[in-house]
C-alpha cells in the first residue's frame, strides 16, 4: 500500500473472538513481529479469507458479514491505528453472499462472491460511484449458476477489464470469464468458456498477470498452471497449461497464492503429507516461462 507491503488477516483475541487484522511492513527487511505495524479493523465475524486492494493509495477490505453481507472497510488513513479509522459499507441487500473478492477496474471496487440462496452460484457487484458510500452505489447481479457446493473465485483487471476464474462444481470445469465492459453491471456482456475440465482438481484458483497476460495456478491433489497467450483469453486453446506440477496436494485449509518475480512465476501451496498426517506451506518455483 502507497509502496509498503500489507497484509489483511484473522486472528483471536485472548477471549478467542475473531478479529481481522491490517499489519503494514515497517522495514524492507524484517526479522520479527516488531517489524510490523499490527491494528485491529473489527472483531466478531467469520473466520474468512481477505481481500486487500488499494485505492488513491489507502488499503480497502473487502469482507462477508455473519450473515450474508458483504463489506467494504475503506480508511481516510495510510497508516489506520483501530476500528475508529474504518468505516464499513453495505455491498449487497437481499442475497446471501460470502468469500468476496476484488479488484480495481475503471477505478472502481468491483467483486466477485459465492452466492447461496435459490439460484446458487457466482455474483458480482460493481460500484458505480468512484466513492461508494451506500449498498445504492453497486451494481448487483448474478453471473453464473456453479453448484451448491461453497468455492471461493479469483479475480484480476487485465487490460482495464475484470476477470474471473472460478471452480463450477455442477459442471467439474475451473471456468473463466472476462467482461466486455470495464464497469459491467450485467451478465449479458461476459465471456465464458471452459478452461480446465477435472473434478477433482479444480479448486483454488489463483489469477495473476504473467507478461501483461493472465496466468492462473490451482488444484486439489496436483498443483496446476494456465497461461494465456493472449491478454483477453476467449477459448481453451488460448491457454498453455502445465499439469502435475506437484502431487500430493491438500488445498482443503486455504487456497494458494501466485506471484511474479523476474518474469517467472512462483507459487505457495500446501502440502499434504499423508503418511505422516503433515501439512506443510511449499513453493514452486518456475526455472523458464
Given at each position: 500500500i502507497n509502496g509498503e507491503p500489507a497484509v489483511v488477516y484473522c486472528g483471536f483475541d485472548n477471549s478467542s473472538i475473531n478479529e481481522i487484522r491490517y499489519a503494514r511492513l515497517l522495514t524492507a527487511e524484517p526479522t520479527g513481529p516488531a517489524d510490523w505495524d499490527v491494528s485491529l479493523i473489527t472483531n466478531g465475524l467469520p473466520i474468512q479469507p481477505l481481500s486487500l486492494l488499494e485505492k488513491d493509495i489507502l488499503p480497502v477490505v473487502s469482507l462477508a458479514g455473519a450473515s450474508g453481507q458483504l463489506y467494504l472497510g475503506v480508511t481516510p488513513f495510510l497508516h489506520p491505528t483501530g476500528p475508529a479509522d474504518w468505516t464499513s459499507i453495505s455491498v449487497n441487500s437481499g442475497t446471501t453472499l460470502t468469500v468476496p473478492v476484488a479488484c480495481i477496474a475503471a477505478e472502481r471496487v468491483q467483486l466477485a462472491s459465492y452466492g447461496y440462496g435459490v439460484s446458487p452460484g457466482l455474483n458480482y457487484a460493481t460500484a458505480t460511484a468512484l466513492q461508494p458510500a451506500t449498498t445504492a452505489d453497486f451494481d448487483n447481479f448474478p453471473l453464473l449458476p456453479i453448484g451448491t457446493t461453497l468455492v471461493r473465485p479469483s479475480i484480476l483487471t487485465v487490460g482495464g477489464y475484470p476477470h474471473v476464474c472460478v471452480p463450477n462444481e455442477a459442471n467439474g470445469s475451473l471456468d473463466y470469464l472476462r467482461s466486455g465492459e470495464t464497469t459491467p453491471n450485467t451478465a449479458a456482456v461476459w465471456f465464458l468458456h471452459?478452461?480446465?475440465?477435472?473434478?477433482?482438481?479444480?479448486?483454488?484458483?489463483?489469477?495473476?498477470?504473467?507478461?501483461?497476460?493472465?496466468?492462473?495456478?490451482?488444484?486439489?491433489?496436483?498443483?496446476?498452471?494456465?497461461?494465456?497467450?493472449?491478454?483477453?483469453?476467449?477459448?481453451?486453446?488460448?491457454?498453455?497449461?502445465?499439469?502435475?506440477?506437484?502431487?500430493?496436494?491438500?488445498?482443503?485449509?486455504?487456497?494458494?497464492?501466485?506471484?511474479?518475480?523476474?518474469?517467472?512465476?512462483?507459487?505457495?501451496?500446501?502440502?499434504?503429507?499423508?503418511?505422516?498426517?503433515?501439512?506443510?506451506?511449499?513453493?514452486?518455483?518456475?526455472?523458464?516461462?
Open positions: 471452459s478452461l480446465f475440465i477435472d473434478p477433482t482438481d479444480i479448486l483454488a484458483p489463483q489469477l495473476s498477470l504473467l507478461e501483461g497476460r493472465p496466468a492462473v495456478a490451482f488444484g486439489r491433489f496436483d498443483l496446476n498452471f494456465a497461461w494465456s497467450g493472449t491478454e483477453q483469453a476467449d477459448a481453451p486453446a488460448d491457454w498453455l497449461l502445465s499439469e502435475e506440477l506437484e502431487g500430493g496436494l491438500n488445498f482443503g485449509v486455504g487456497p494458494l497464492d501466485i506471484a511474479v518475480t523476474d518474469y517467472l512465476p512462483i507459487i505457495a501451496f500446501v502440502h499434504y503429507d499423508a503418511p505422516n498426517n503433515v501439512r506443510d506451506i511449499a513453493i514452486a518455483v518456475a526455472v523458464e516461462q
